[in-house]
């Protein structure tokens, strides 16, 4: 008790000029890593720091047993709203950046609420509440191993201003409310295999799929007319590479194609039937300057190589081909 007191003591000291009759000035960062255990004796901590205006605030709590990760175990964040006074004191929030927290449902509303001006929000290891994100202010938002304590439903994203966009570990299926028009790159990982914003990074000019189902990428693909780079990792190919096909359609301006690790199968035909070959399909990537393939080392590969033989380029060299890992590695560069 004695050296929790201190610790909230030393906090009021750091903190506040005492000494001055005027009010302390506002910070530019507050950072604070604790371990779980001790996250109530930082609460002092965590309202002086926000007392001061602070343009920057990280919050990180460990968690001492990595394999027990859950609500239990990750602390609530306490709520942005600090009575009737808290806009005042998040009115200068540019980043925030929380770790090991327990988001409740309301801080997707407090974002944009209390923090007009928030431009970066970083979450990491968070369990979260929130069904909708909202920020009419926000440019990048990075969601690294976090997911929903009770949601089974769709996390609705309205961050039309967003330039980076990075969700990865087990998010549900995400959707967005609008256009994102100043997206400059997007990374999203779901091993579920259920993508409802793909129509909503059109204007993405790099995309890094990773884990999706051919189904979810073959609904609604829009036209990328921006896109430069590629990735898709770990993917559901599907059909004589549909989905590879839709995107070599669909993205014309592509520079760079990166296909890691991805899933491929042929075409099923009935015998019975008559099967006319169709002609192949020159797809205008007229900016197209190499492709980077990944895949198991005796995999058959026929299709995946018919879907890139259409690919309308005058000079094909073969750069590098490398086995490592039982990994077959091949880049492929364009004239």
Known sequence: MAQSYRFDNLADRLTLHQASPLPPPPLDAFRLRVFC????????????????????????????????????????????????HGGAYTCRLRTVSLSGMNLSSDFGDEVIAECPVLEELHLEDCWYEFCRLASLSLKKLFMNRCGPEYLTGTLVLAIPRVVSLHIDGRPPPITSEGEMP??????????????????????????????????????????????????????????????????????????????????????????????????????PCKNLRSIELEFDEGLAVAELANALADISKEVVQTIESSVKEGKRRVKISYQ
């Open 182 to 283: 100043s997206l400059v790159s997007a990374s999203l990982t779901n091993t579920a295999g259920d993508l409802g914003v793909l129509c909503s990074l059109r204007d993405a000019r790099s995309l890094d799929l990773s884990g999706f189902s051919a189904k979810s990428l073959l609904l609604d693909v829009p036209v990328f007319r921006n896109m430069r780079n590629l990735v898709l990792n770990a993917c559901e190919l599907g059909a004589e590479c549909q989905v590879l096909r839709r995107f070599l359609r669909d993205a014309p301006s592509v520079e760079k194609l990166t296909i890691h690790n991805c899933t491929f199968r042929s075409k099923k035909r009935k015998r019975t039937s008559s099967y006319h070959e169709h002609l192949p399909i020159a797809y």
């Open 37 to 84: 255990g001790d996250f109530r004796a930082a609460g002092r901590w965590i309202w002086r720091a926000l007392e001061r205006s602070p343009a920057a605030f990280c919050l990180h709590c460990d968690n001492d047993d990595p394999l027990a990760y859950s609500s239990e175990r990750s602390p609530c964040f306490p709520s942005l709203i600090l009575h009737r």
